[in-house]
């Protein structure tokens, strides 16, 4: 019998809730006179919200697990050793709760270095109140400290948290392990072509979701790519622990990537994409 996903959920998500009720305060970091990147305008409507992507990131890949293990346990001979009994409520609390399991460490390694690193956001200087001019500073020098004008120290509080990018790492996350997901259980002969499609546009929603990021000014575009590659090793660990272990074989995992490899032309369709978002 394997972990309980409940009690490793619970667990990994301890670091998590620490940081999201403010326990920790973030590291506060200085800058160099003159930088300009982080002197971009504080936008306050963002392209994809934290509540449309948490919410987008569980309910899709939530409803996928759920209707497939439906189907997994009404038409295919599947057991389990489960304490629970009913064996479609076996196989949704296996898989749905290494799926959480997964959200919460991510979460979690993202608030942590968001809290002691503190990297500036590319608003910092808008958020606080002040520019170079104001500050009256030498250009090239460090600044170790500055009194921000902004009365809301909450807002100035996020503008120290921008290494790495959640959104990047938790939508990363999420649509590959729903790719993840597909290659392990989409295995009807109809869906050779299908399956990959579908990966395709999942892995696409979550590189647009990073990049919105990047045109939001909420994030430097390595944040975005460190919260790729946060998301993706996640993902990659927690099937390969869960689901993946005894039922597929190790290469299948690339089978998308390298059917997208194959493909020059989507390839290029994402670098318009990203040359569009940065212009």
């Known amino acids: 019998r394997g972990p309980n996903p409940a009690r490793r959920s619970s667990l990994s998500s301890i670091p998590f809730l620490v940081c999201e009720l403010k326990v920790v305060k973030p590291f506060k970091r200085g800058f160099t006179c003159g930088d300009p990147s982080i002197t971009y305008p504080y936008l306050s409507n963002e392209v994809i919200s934290d509540k449309l992507l948490i919410a987008g990131g569980i309910i899709i890949t939530g409803f996928a697990i759920a209707l497939g293990e439906c189907h997994r346990a009404r038409f295919r001979s599947v057991s389990s050793k489960s304490f629970v009994r009913n064996l479609y409520v076996s196989c949704l609390y296996k898989e749905l709760g290494s799926f959480l399991f997964g959200c919460c460490v991510c979460q979690s390694l993202t608030n942590m270095a968001k809290l002691s690193i503190g990297r500036l956001r590319p608003h910092f200087l808008h958020v606080c109140g002040v520019t170079y001019a104001s500050l009256n500073c030498t250009p090239g020098t460090y600044v170790p400290k500055v009194n921000c004008a902004n009365p809301d120290h909450r807002l100035v509080e996020e503008a120290r948290k921008s290494f790495f990018s959640g959104h990047a790492s938790f939508a990363l996350y999420s649509m590959l392990y729903l790719a993840f997901y597909l290659q392990a259980r989409l295995t009807w002969r109809g869906a050779r ?57 190790f290469v299948s995992f690339y089978e998308p990537f390298f059917v997208f490899l194959k493909h020059k032309k989507l390839m290029y369709f994402m670098y318009f994409i990203y040359k569009g978002l940065m212009k």
């Open 193 to 249: 072509l299908l399956r990959p499609l579908l990966q395709f546009f999942l892995v696409l929603l979550a590189v647009y979701t990073g990049l919105t990021r990047i045109s939001d000014y909420r994030h430097h575009p390595s944040d975005v790519l460190t919260g790729y590659v946060q998301g993706a090793l996640t993902a990659y660990w927690v099937v390969i622990s869960d689901m993946f272990c005894k039922n597929i074989r």
